[in-house]
């Protein structure tokens, strides 16, 4: 954790800091200041009270940086287990952003999805050296331009890892990771948000710039926009399921009307292919 309370202040750990627990459980926290790890507060006695919790890394830190403190490392109570689970970030809009770094099994996932409803991942994708050059290589093998900056792709796992594939809630790829961004190249600084899809492999994703996405968190505009969006692609994937519908009517009707009402057409066309 970043943050533990002192006489109920939230303070960042620092290896002369004592007294201090943890605002979740309140259990007695120490300074963990080495070298290897960003510096942290890590309970004493007993194992990190939420069961969600991941390491963090400097990664994880540069990102929360963008947010106002006080809505850093959020403690929320999980009714169900009765744990209380730490959101990284949570607006004062009600949106909390979920930074992933290491692998997350499907059941987790969509638990942590289920209990924070209205959400967004950040998800680190330099931590696999194959994820980047997969997106590269699905740019090349084509996606359909729905409008400026959001594509249709019909194989999302060549774009994207499989296991993000069927989050039920947005999720935004970071390439970057803790380059230099204003010396790294443009592909790897802009941001790319799935979109929760119908079927693993049509999915729909789209370019978005660091600064828009840290300022439509920050200024509450992210969950209408995305709202919004979503409605939108829903209302076409309707108009083209009812079209796909149809057609496969149609079709059916035609072999109906072929079989029923003209049999003997499709018989003598046989018979002549076989004179
Ligand atoms: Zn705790």
Not at 114 to 129: A, P, Q
Not at 188 to 216: G, M, W
Request: with cysteine; proline share 4%.
């Amino acid at each position: 954790m970043r943050f533990a309370l002192i006489d109920n202040e939230h303070m960042e750990a620092k290896p002369d800091l004592v007294g201090a627990v943890c605002p979740g459980c309140g259990a007695s926290v120490i300074a963990k200041c080495g070298t290897q790890k960003v510096h942290h507060w890590a309970h004493r006695n007993t194992r990190m009270c939420d069961s969600w919790w991941e390491t963090e890394t400097q990664w994880h830190r540069v990102w929360k940086n963008n947010f106002p403190v006080e809505w850093q490392e959020i403690f929320l109570p999980d009714e169900q287990t009765g744990e209380k689970h730490i959101a990284d970030v949570r607006t004062e809009y009600g949106l909390v952003i979920e930074f992933q770094h290491s692998f997350i099994n499907p059941v987790e996932r969509i638990s942590r999805e289920e209990f924070y409803k209205n959400m967004v991942w950040v998800v680190d994708g330099t931590r696999l050296s194959r994820d980047f050059p997969r997106f590269l290589k699905g740019g090349k093998f084509g996606s359909t331009e729905l409008k400026p900056g959001v594509m249709h792709i019909e194989f999302a796992d060549d774009f994207f890892p499989r296991n993000w594939l069927r989050s039920s809630v947005p999720v935004v790829f970071d390439f970057l990771g803790l380059d230099n961004p204003d010396s790294a190249d443009h592909i790897r600084k802009t941001l790319y948000c799935l979109f929760p899809s119908h079927d693993e492999y049509n999915a729909v994703f789209a370019k978005i710039s660091r600064k828009a996405f840290i300022k439509t968190v920050l200024n509450g505009e992210w969950s209408d926009r995305v709202r919004a969006y979503m409605d939108e692609m829903e209302q076409k994937y309707i108009e083209k399921e009812l079209q796909r519908k149809e057609s496969q009517q149609g079709v059916y009707y035609r072999k109906l009307y072929k079989v029923y009402i003209y049999p003997h057409r499709i018989k003598s066309t046989r018979r002549k292919r076989y004179k």
